[in-house]
């Protein structure tokens, strides 16, 4: 069965940077409640700059975990092409 991958790109001014850490915390229980695996990644020289990932068994399992919105920036797992 292949997987799919959503990711969002989010620009964090350094006034809502605690925030933003805070909101994670909450975001990363979700995702683990859905069973949908959950990365972010800061850009090494662009302070504020992130990239999220979910990665899960399907659109519906991503949906979930995005609070019942329909991500728009998935990738379809693919084996050997």
């Known amino acids: ?3 799919v991958l959503a990711t969002t790109e989010r ?3 350094a006034h809502a940077r605690e925030a933003y850490f ?3 915390q909450q975001r990363r229980v979700d995702f683990e409640e859905a069973h949908v695996h959950f990365w972010v990644f800061e850009h090494a020289t662009e302070d ?3 990239i999220e990932f979910a990665e899960g068994a399907d659109v519906v399992a991503l949906t979930s975990a995005l609070s019942g919105s329909t991500p728009t920036n998935v990738w379809r797992e693919v084996q050997g092409g």
């Open 1 to 3: 069965m292949s997987r």
């Open 11 to 13: 620009h964090v001014h």
């Open 22 to 24: 805070a909101a994670l």
């Open 48 to 50: 504020g700059r992130f």
